[in-house]
């Protein structure tokens, strides 16, 4: 069974730095397209940044330069390094799988982390 | 980037009737497009890719049409566990982009 489950979520101060973690079970997250995608309190679903099976990677504007995506093969897992944090990044932050058909929608998503970034 | 504009943000339908959602890109995104559901407090689930081809165990009900920059969803006869919103997204370009969404309530 295909399972997502992120951490390391929690309350930031502005300029602060999160790194949000997504275990993997199920499939191998290297042979997969890998997705970050965010969604504010109340609002929509924003796609924050990809990594390719072959280990491309590729960010939205609005977080480029701040965060890096990355994967640990020997432990199956994606991470999202968060570094100058803002309040605008607060939102729930999912993991989600490139479905094979389409790689780039999504057709496993965990249960999402939340990020709170306030002084 | 390219904008995804959905329309009506709120649809109010009684079960067992129709819902036809619709989803608009700025520009062309050929057939690249996707459709979520989202119910509270749930991560969203992929209903439908390259715009008209339904993800494994989505229901007959659920059919999406269109290609270039206009979409539509259709829920040929709602059941009580569609009411959610519900999300668009292209893939054609970067940035990926979803639109606003569309909440289908219960009328």
């Known amino acids: 069974e295909v399972q997502l489950v992120e951490s390391g979520g929690g309350l930031v101060q502005p300029g602060g730095s999160l790194r949000l973690s997504c275990a993997a079970s199920?499939?191998?997250?290297?042979?997969?397209?890998m997705s970050w995608v965010r969604q504010a309190p109340g609002k929509g679903l924003e796609w924050v940044s990809v990594i390719y099976s072959g280990g491309s990677t590729y960010y939205a504007d609005s977080v480029r330069g701040r965060f890096s995506i990355s994967r640990d093969t020997s432990k199956n897992t994606l991470y999202l390094q968060m570094n100058s944090l803002r309040a605008e990044d607060t939102a729930v932050y999912y993991c989600?799988?490139?479905?094979?058909?389409?790689?780039?929608?999504?057709?496993?998503w965990g249960q999402g982390t939340l990020v709170t970034v306030s002084s | 980037e390219i904008v995804m504009t959905q329309s009506p943000a709120t649809l109010s339908v009684s079960p067992g009737e129709r819902a036809t959602l619709s989803c608009r890109a700025s520009?062309?995104?050929?057939?690249?497009l996707a459709w979520y559901q989202q119910k509270p407090g749930q991560a969203p689930r992929l209903l439908i890719y390259g715009a008209s081809t339904r993800a494994t165990g989505i229901p007959a009900r659920f059919s999406g049409s269109g290609s270039g920059t206009e979409f539509t969803l259709t829920i040929s006869s709602l059941q009580s566990e569609d009411f959610a919103v519900y999300y668009c997204?292209?893939?054609?370009?970067?940035?990926?982009?979803f639109g606003q969404g569309t909440k289908v309530e219960i009328k």
């Open positions: 989600a799988r490139g479905f094979s058909g389409s790689p780039l929608s999504f057709d496993y």
């Open positions: 997204q292209q893939y054609n370009n970067w940035p990926l982009t």
């Open positions: 199920g499939f191998t997250v290297s042979s997969n397209y």
């Open positions: 520009q062309s995104v050929s057939s690249n």
